[in-house]
Nanobody, 121 residues
Framework: QVQLVESGGGLVQAGGSLRLSCAAS????????MGWFRQAPGKERAFVAS????????NYADSVRGRFTISRDNAKNTMYLQMGSLKPEDTAAYFC??????????????WGQGTQVTVSS
């Protein structure tokens, strides 16, 4: 089992920044592709970004590329999402996710409980 705990969400004005964290425990963090999804009210959960375990290759949704940066600290079993130039449409619950045995974050094995990000205009 893997436990994922997000933190760092909150209320921010448009144009501002936030950093989300995801602390992992359980199975070897260094073996998992990690990433973030988000879900706005009335919408489906959508991919935001991912990062591979050892070489740190990143992938982003077009809507956040150039504004968000995903990173991980394998020594701390923690992943981050630095969000900048935030827009009201970034408002959503953000979920941390982990996938084992793959280089792609498709159909994650584990999910966090989510952290709310609200961007005011």
């Amino acid at each position: 089992q893997v436990q994922l705990v997000e933190s760092g969400g909150g209320l921010v004005q448009a144009g501002g920044s936030l950093r989300l964290s995801c602390a992992a425990s359980g199975r070897a963090f260094t073996m998992a592709v990690m990433g973030w999804f988000r879900q706005a009210p009335g919408k489906e959960r959508a991919f935001v970004a991912s990062i591979t375990p050892s070489d740190g290759i990143t992938n982003y949704a077009d809507s956040v590329r150039g504004r968000f940066t995903i990173s991980r600290d394998n020594a701390k079993n923690t992943m981050y999402l630095q969000m900048g130039s935030l827009k009201p449409e970034d408002t959503a619950a953000y979920f941390c996710a982990a996938k084992y045995g793959s280089t792609w974050l498709v159909d994650p094995d584990y999910w966090g409980q989510g952290t709310q990000v609200t961007v005011s205009s």
